[in-house]
């Protein structure tokens, strides 16, 4: 007798019948039943998990952010058409799997999102990650006997604690709630891993001026406007992306010329981004990087339409600009932003809202699409969904404008405040460099330094802080804290 076929969407060699009853219910999972069925996907790639590897948690922080909205799109009513994404995660090894994993502690794993319906979605994601999926049999089959019954009463799955101490497997829940409270002090954190972070610094300073001798080099080469990285790799990784380029320019260098006066940016996809900066995907093969330089020339007609359906939403808007804030907003390429923009452009010109044309001037506003409901920034700037209903986004441009300019002017202040904080907090510790990660605002760090600059700091002459959200000494030897640090006392 054959052996039946094989489905990668599904766990192991399932029943025609359970096929089929997963194919009549897929359209039926609601939001409940994916999250709770996420639940061991979640716990393998939680952030919080991943605090002393902050390039890995940032990682799973922006993709987890992005399968969200994913999720939520599946959700929306009236929903038909959606657009393929690709998401990288660092997942957590069990002890077993330690033996044979090359990173200590964790692996990749890539895969794309192209299903039509909750059910595919998860399927495709819990076993891309090899987690098991029988428990989602049993949620179909409840959700489906339910319904038959004319009932929606719904039980998450939640596995009894004698299940862990019987197998000795750990509880993820508890994992998680050690993580969450495990109480840190900064003297004692600082006194600890002071020697560590020196060594790892004193390492890297030949890299650190390689790094700034090859950038230099480059950007007079290519007459480029700037070298950026999207996430904070290593300065060894940062090096050989820039020697990566280095040879290529000495390959190609008039592809390479077509770049004059841009932005280059090592990040995870190549392309052109929203802003015209050269996106340089650090795990393509230099023929995708060629490929790019010589197509710049062709998004010249298209960086002109995106400026100029800018223009035609700050008209129907009462004169907004419309800005892009990297810092806030995930790297989007022109393609992509120009449709979200041409969308959203449509919207506004289908139901024009009587707004004033000149109302809302010296306001900006950043498009996004991960978002359903509109908000205002504590920075000053309006965050806008681009499915935003606009009857409601009127009423909420008009109703927190003087809200908008008020914050705005505090931003400027604020800036001015942080610059005078860090300076003086850098020399009050000695140190060589005080920085921020994006993620932390003007008001967290101001808080931060007001505080360190009272607190008995130990000798950090020469030492870089950085302060973040989580602990940890990277590879290079900086000492990140998060900004709301918790005192001895």
């Not at 280095?246 to 841009?262: D, I, V």
């Not at 400027?412 to 932390?440: D, G």
């Amino acid at each position: 007798m054959p052996a039946p076929t094989h489905n990668p969407w599904l766990p192991g060699t399932e029943q025609r019948e359970r096929c089929y009853l997963n194919l009549l219910q897929a359209r039926n999972l609601s939001g409940a039943d994916a999250v709770n069925a996420l639940r061991p996907f979640y716990f393998a790639v939680h952030p919080d998990f991943f605090g002393q590897h902050p390039r890995e948690r940032e990682v799973n922080e922006n993709s987890l952010k992005r399968l969200n909205g994913y999720l939520e799109n599946l959700q929306k009513p009236g929903h038909h058409s959606h657009k393929p994404a690709q998401l990288m995660f660092y997942v957590r090894e069990t002890e077993n799997d330690q033996e044979s994993s090359k990173v200590p502690g964790f692996r990749t794993v890539s895969f794309t999102l192209d299903s039509r319906d909750l059910l595919s979605t998860v399927l495709g994601i819990l076993n891309s990650c090899s987690l098991s999926t029988d428990h989602i049999q049993g949620s179909v089959k409840g959700t489906a006997s339910q319904k038959q019954a004319g009932t929606t009463f719904y039980r998450p799955i939640k596995w009894d604690k004698t299940y862990y101490a019987f197998t000795g497997f750990k509880d993820p829940e508890e994992e998680l709630v050690q993580a969450q409270r495990a109480e840190i002090t900064i003297i004692p954190w600082l006194e600890s891993n002071q020697k560590v972070a020196l060594k790892k610094l004193q390492d890297s300073i030949p890299l650190r001026e390689e790094l700034e001798r090859l950038k230099k080099d480059l950007s007079d080469q290519l007459q480029l406007s700037d070298v950026r990285w999207q996430r904070s790799w290593g300065i060894a990784h940062r090096c050989g992306q820039l020697h990566s380029l280095s040879r290529l320019a000495q390959q190609s260098s008039e592809s390479l010329k077509m770049a004059k006066g841009r932005v280059v940016i090592f990040t995870d996809q190549t392309g052109m981004s929203a802003a015209g900066h050269v996106m340089l995907g650090t795990t393509d093969v230099h023929h995708h990087w060629t490929k790019l330089f010589e197509s710049i020339p062709s998004y010249y007609l298209l960086q002109r339409k995106v400026l100029q359906l800018q223009e035609r939403v700050s008209h129907l808007l009462g004169g907004i600009e419309i800005v892009l804030i990297e810092e806030l907003q995930p790297l989007l390429s022109m393609e992509e932003y120009y449709s979200a923009l041409d969308a959203f452009y449509n919207k506004l010109l289908k139901r024009r809202v009587p707004i004033h044309p000149r109302s809302l001037r010296g306001l900006q506003m950043i498009l996004e699409n991960d978002r359903f409901v509109p908000r205002l920034h504590e920075m000053g700037h309006f965050s806008i969904p681009s499915a935003c209903d606009p009857a409601s986004l009127q009423w909420f441009l008009l109703t927190h404008a003087q809200k908008a300019r008020e914050n705005l002017k505090r931003k400027e202040e604020l800036k001015i405040v942080e610059q005078e904080l860090t300076t003086a907090c850098k020399y009050r510790a000695s140190l060589s460099r005080l920085y921020k990660e994006p993620s932390v605002s003007s008001k967290q760090m101001i808080d931060c330094c007001r505080r360190l600059i009272k607190e008995p700091l130990p000798c950090l002459d020469g030492m870089h802080l950085c302060v973040s959200r989580y602990y940890s000494i990277l590879q290079d030897g900086d000492l990140c804290i998060p900004w709301n640090w918790k005192s001895r006392s």
